[in-house]
C-alpha cells in the first residue's frame, strides 16, 4: 500500500491539475487580459468579483496544488471554478474541439480535482515540511 509520501501518481495528478490552472489563470491576465476576461464573464450574466476570483483561484490554487501546499482543500476550493467552467462549455457539446469547446476537457479537470482532494498530496509535497505545516491552522490541514 502507497502511503501519501510515496504516491507518485498521486503527485503526478496534483501537478498536473495545478499547471492547467495555472495556465489558465495567465491566459486570462497575459492573454485576454483582466479587462477582457471581465468583460467576457459579464457576457455570461455573471458579475465582475466571480472574474477575479476565478483569476484569483487559478493563479493561487494553480501554484498551491504545483507546489503541494494543502491539495485536498485546493482541490474542493477549485471545484466551483471546474464547474463554472463547465457549464460554460456545456451548450457546445461534448469534444473540446467543437467550436466555443465542449465540455470533456471541463469535466475531465472536475474529475482531476475530485481525485486529488480524495487522494492528498502525494510526493514531493511542501505541507509535508514541519517549517510550513506550523503556519497552517490545525483546522485547515487536509
Known amino acids: 500500500m502507497n502511503t501519501s509520501t510515496t504516491n507518485h501518481g498521486a503527485f503526478l495528478t496534483r501537478v498536473t491539475l495545478g499547471s492547467i490552472?495555472?495556465?489558465h489563470g495567465a491566459?486570462?491576465?497575459l492573454v485576454f487580459t483582466i479587462p477582457g476576461t471581465v468583460g467576457f464573464f459579464g457576457s455570461l450574466g455573471l458579475p465582475?468579483?466571480?472574474a477575479y476570483l476565478t483569476i484569483f483561484g487559478e493563479v493561487i490554487g494553480g501554484t498551491a496544488l504545483?507546489?503541494?501546499i494543502y491539495p485536498r482543500l485546493v482541490a474542493l476550493f477549485s471545484l466551483p471554478i471546474l464547474l463554472g467552467a463547465a457549464w460554460v462549455h456545456l451548450g457546445n457539446g461534448w469534444l473540446f474541439s467543437n467550436e466555443g469547446g465542449g465540455w470533456e476537457f471541463p469535466v475531465l479537470l472536475i474529475v482531476l480535482a475530485?481525485?486529488?482532494a480524495t487522494q492528498g498530496?502525494?510526493?514531493f509535497a511542501i505541507n509535508k515540511i514541519n517549517v510550513v505545516d506550523r503556519f497552517i491552522p490545525?483546522?485547515?490541514?487536509?
Open 66 to 68: 504545483i507546489l503541494g
Open 27 to 29: 491566459l486570462k491576465i
Open 138 to 142: 490545525s483546522s485547515l490541514k487536509a
Open 114 to 116: 475530485i481525485i486529488v
Open 48 to 50: 465582475a468579483i466571480v
Open 21 to 23: 490552472l495555472l495556465a
Open 121 to 123: 498530496a502525494g510526493s
